[in-house]
């Protein structure tokens, strides 16, 4: 959460720069794909789960967490915080508050990312990864703990529009994000998961490229 | 005392690193402890191909509608040479049954303590729960004070009343001995099964400390504390799963990561038989050594691997129980089952 913090922090706080003059367009454009993307999301982050024994499992989370990544082609990382809101198994629904008096979570993606510039102050950026998510619900007095850590492959895609506000020299971005997963080792319950999938989307603000 | 109970602290010392997490998943929002109390008659028999096998049947009154609470429990102990187990699975539900004879079960809740000596201690999956309701169904015979179970070979047999079957019991030698601890052990085995997540690493659970309520009387308190090297608390306080056996004080194990570690702790047992005159009545009493000197249960990988289970009978005999050899004499040696 740090890094978001001081992240956030910085892109209220900095004064804005001086206007600048325009450079050559394709110059421009090229320059604009490089370099460090740095964002703060916020979402929703789902998760399923089947065992081997035959139970469904499925979490909806609230997720905060940090998208960084780094040249036209290069690594990202993708490291949310979740709190489970609500879970099912096998077709009945339970909301996480009742019955677990800690929700926590987590979701990590790291891979290697490829940009693309779709038209003026718009950029795609996708890639393939490793995944893992890890979610944790300690029981109430008298209930059982709950724990998952899937582990498994994803992909994710950021779509981001630069506005035309700067901090710290950089353009501030409005971004959509959204992840796929297929998980299919789980190193707490090695022998009960067949495979679970996960999903996370949402918006995000960043910094950009170098203006 | 229950060699799985040993073993099953160790593993759930292992087990506290990996967050309550291994084997399989838990069942979302499960209650820990979902046992009622039954009032009624405990009965037991030997079952199984070879007659190892502990059978223990409690059927409670029926209700206006003929249906009694029971509870069955089916008892293995399992040994490689190296070291001693238990395997145990308990059924929960009603009892119906029919002037001719049948009855229906409605099992509302099954337990499952595996036999896990071969898993890693982080793969183990320990205590389970199904809580899938489903029906069996058994032909009974009551005759000259006995109870003839068959239809279904997983509860078949000839059970006999326990608090007579106690009779046979004696206190002064050290088979007598011997015999008190595998009796008394009857009741840790059904709390064992239990208990969810015993002998694995959902044992972690317990750092948030649960009470089981005995299925007749009292009650037993679970604890661990500690994440590499744990402590696990296992206390009994005027606990009866099985009538006539009540149980009462701590068994601790003090493990490491690795499931390596020993027993302490006294537990008193009493040992109620149903006297054929009632002014001779005696009940047995007599406490079981976990951590007896040099004698303390030894733990290895989450399993029992050396020590004894001390017993002594107050005023009467003493017994050495090895915490790996089968017992010798057997339950139903002890009580002559028939």
């Known amino acids: 959460v740090a890094p978001s913090l001081l992240l956030a922090l910085a892109i209220a706080a900095a004064p804005a720069p001086e206007p600048s003059g325009a450079p050559p367009a394709e110059e421009a454009h090229a320059e604009r794909l490089d370099g460090w993307r740095h964002a703060i999301g916020i979402g929703v982050h789902s998760a399923q789960l089947s065992s081997k024994e035959g139970s469904q499992y499925t979490f909806h989370s609230g997720s905060i967490g940090y998208l960084g990544s780094v040249g036209v082609t290069g690594p990202f990382l993708q490291a949310f915080f979740l709190v489970p809101l609500q879970a099912r198994q096998d077709g009945e629904v339970y909301s996480t508050a009742t019955y677990y008096r800690q929700r926590r979570g987590a979701d990590l993606l790291l891979g290697a990312e490829h940009r693309w510039a779709l038209g003026p102050g718009l950029e795609l950026e996708a890639g393939p990864g490793l995944h893992g998510t890890f979610i944790y619900l300690p029981g109430k007095e008298g209930y059982r703990d709950f724990s998952a850590f899937p582990l498994g492959l994803g992909a994710s895609g950021v779509l981001r529009w630069a506005t035309r506000a700067e901090r710290l020299r950089r353009t501030v971005t409005i971004d959509g994000y959204a992840s796929v997963a297929y998980d299919f080792r789980d190193p707490l319950h090695a022998d009960d998961l067949a495979h679970g999938f996960a999903v996370r989307v949402g918006v995000s603000m960043g910094l950009g490229a170098v203006r | ?111 499952t303590l595996p036999e896990e000596i071969g898993t890693s201690l982080y793969s183990r999956q320990g205590t389970s729960r199904d809580d899938a309701e489903h029906t069996r169904r058994i032909a009974v015979a009551r005759d000259a004070g006995r109870l003839s179970v068959s239809g279904d070979d997983a509860l078949a047999g000839t059970y006999v009343p326990l608090v007579e079957a106690l009779r046979a019991l004696g206190t002064s030698t050290a088979r007598d001995a011997t015999c008190a601890f595998w009796i008394a052990d009857l009741g840790i085995q059904t709390s064992e099964a239990r208990i969810i997540g015993f002998n694995s690493p959902g044992m972690y659970q317990y750092q948030q400390a649960e009470t089981y309520a005995g299925t007749i009387a009292g009650g037993v308190h679970v604890s661990l504390s500690g994440t590499l090297a744990t402590t696990t608390r296992i206390e009994y306080a005027g606990f009866q799963d099985v009538g006539g056996v009540v149980l009462t004080g701590p068994q601790v194990t003090d493990a490491d990561s690795g499931g390596s570690g020993h027993m302490s702790g006294v537990l008193r047992f009493a040992l109620a038989p149903l006297p054929l005159d009632p002014a001779g009545a005696a009940t047995i009493t007599g406490t079981i050594d976990y951590g007896s000197g040099g004698d303390a249960v030894q733990i290895s990988g989450g399993n029992p691997t050396g020590g004894a289970y001390v017993t002594a009978i107050d005023g009467g005999g003493t017994a050495r129980v090895s915490a790996i050899a089968p017992p010798a004499p057997t339950v139903a040696q002890c009580l002559a089952l028939p």
Not at chain 2, 57 to 77: Q, S, Y
């Open chain 2, 1 to 111: 005392v229950t060699p799985a109970a040993s073993r099953t602290r160790g593993p759930a010392v292992l087990l506290a690193l990996a967050l309550g997490a291994c084997g399989r998943y838990a069942d979302l929002a499960q209650k820990l402890d979902v046992t009622a109390r039954i009032a009624g008659d405990t009965w037991i028999a030997a079952g199984g191909h070879d007659g190892a096998q502990i059978r223990i049947l409690l059927v409670g009154r029926p209700d206006a509608h003929g249906a009694a609470p029971f509870a069955f429990t089916a008892i293995d102990n399992v040994s490689n040479g190296s070291t001693l187990v238990s395997r145990v699975t308990t059924l929960q539900g009603t009892w119906s049954e029919v002037a001719s004879g049948a009855a229906t079960l409605r099992v509302a809740h099954t337990y």
